[in-house]
């Protein structure tokens, strides 16, 4: 019996970085790349696999996989989240630093793109569990992370907490003089460890904008707007939180475990407090019914967001989607043959590395903070999210629309030449 979770890694690591590799083709010929900087983006510049053990509860030691993907440094220090997942692997960090290299050159970032993370299932482990792993996997990383080099982040899975273990480890490695100048090695932290204000919603915030963005220039009013979210974890809940402010009505959710419906809507903030006492889980809740798995990307909405893995909405379902926006909350949550009939559908799409890239904005914000040993308000860090955000998307929609050509190709072309006119600038060594 293949388990649902071996089900979602097979089809990650038949299409993610396939799909990547396919949009970058697509965006390098429209703009006839240079092929010698060509060659260079697609491929990374370093893949980093470790092993290492770790002594579990009942004493026994356990042997993990851990990856760091660094794909392009060009515009600054690699950036980009880990996760733990039972999915990672190579190809899928792979995947993901490119896309992040994409990212961090559309929102004008001085930042590179990396990923990473340990192939693992979290909920199989206890906390100090966890801790020991995320430890000896920081360990393992050495200096091949640094806040000059390559900032880590949260991603699936992974939290404030998991950045204070790797920030506590990294810097208990450096001599009593260096500490203090190692606080942004890792962004996403608790307040308490230099975090930031405002990076817990940040990427939540920055669909919810997208979206927001996206129906102003379509004169849509958001309020009633019928919207469905995959994934209720940071990204899901916030972008919910927000949307639900502004009007609009969450009717449906699925996570890993159940699809939940009510036609009539589903406040938030229950449900949120009940997923976090449910095992992060929105399986039970009592102001909803379950639905099959299958039926969740074709029902009848608005807008649907994606906020859990990649290559979920697919040929097998694209047909069936009614809604009139996808805004991709995750990393490469639609393939490229589902993109293709939703676009001859007339459905659009808000392209991962522009709709979620308020995660990565809000990172730079506290990297800023740490750096220049200053602390933000959260209205500031907000307004200058809004601020940042809307710029990267009024340039993707006039490129889109003075070029004649979909968002996500558009996004690419935007990030692409702006790395191309850096090598072209900077020469290549020797």
């Known amino acids: ?19 990547v590799m396919r949009q970058f083709d697509n965006a390098a010929d429209i703009i006839d790349l240079n092929p010698n ?10 893949e980093l696999v470790v092993h290492f053990p770790v002594r579990m509860d009942n004493g026994e030691v356990q042997v993990f996989t851990g990856y760091r993907v660094q794909h392009n440094n060009a515009l600054g220090p690699y950036k980009g989240g880990l996760r733990y997942h039972p999915t990672v692997d190579i190809d899928a ?7 992040m290299t994409w990212k961090t050159s559309l929102a004008n970032l001085p930042y590179g793109g990396a990923k990473g993370g340990i192939q693992l299932d979290p909920s199989k482990y206890s906390q100090s569990e966890l801790e020991r792993i995320t430890r000896r996997f ?10 000059e080099l390559d900032i880590p982040a949260p991603d699936v899975n992974t939290n404030s907490q998991t950045m204070a273990w790797i920030l506590d480890t990294y810097m208990s490695t450096k001599s009593p003089s260096e500490r203090s100048t190692n606080l942004h090695v890792v962004t996403g932290k608790p307040l308490g460890a230099g975090g930031s204000e405002g990076r817990d919603r940040a990427t939540g915030f920055g669909v919810f904008l997208s979206i ?15 919207f469905i979210v995959q994934g209720f974890g940071n990204v899901g809940y916030w972008t919910a939180y927000f949307m639900e402010k502004e009007g609009a009505k969450l009717v449906a959710v699925q996570d890993a475990k159940a699809s939940i419906y009510e036609e009539d809507g589903i406040a938030v903030e229950p449900l949120f407090e009940y997923a976090s006492a449910n095992g992060n889980s929105v399986s039970g809740f009592s102001g909803a019914r379950e639905i099959h798995d299958d039926d969740f990307f074709g029902l009848d909405c608005d807008i649907i967001i994606p906020a859990a893995l990649g290559n979920q909405i697919t040929a097998k379902n694209a047909p069936k989607i009614k809604a009139r926006l996808i805004a991709e909350g995750a990393n490469g949550p639609t393939d490229v043959e589902a993109e293709e009939i939703l676009l001859k559908r007339e459905i659009e799409i808000i392209p991962d590395i522009l709709c979620n890239s308020g995660g990565v904005i809000g990172s730079y914000f ?3 903070q740490n750096r220049n040993g200053e602390i933000w308000s959260l209205e500031k860090v907000m307004e200058k999210l809004e601020e940042k955000l809307k710029e990267s998307f009024g340039k993707v929609i006039q490129t889109s629309e003075e070029r004649r050509m979909d968002m996500r190709t558009a996004a690419f072309v935007i990030a692409i030449e702006r790395l191309e006119r850096t090598y072209v600038q900077r020469g290549i060594f020797p």
């Open 366 to 368: 506290e990297w800023l």
């Open 93 to 99: 960090a792979k995947a993901l630093a490119m896309w």
């Open 212 to 226: 927001k963005f996206w129906a102003e220039h379509r004169n849509i009013n958001l309020k009633n707007k019928r």
């Open 1 to 19: 019996m293949i388990t649902k979770t071996k089900k979602i890694k097979r089809v990650l690591k038949q299409g993610m970085l396939d799909n």
């Open 37 to 46: 900087i060509r060659k260079i983006l697609e491929v990374t510049n370093n």
């Open 138 to 147: 920081t360990y393992a990383l050495g200096d091949n992370i640094g806040p």
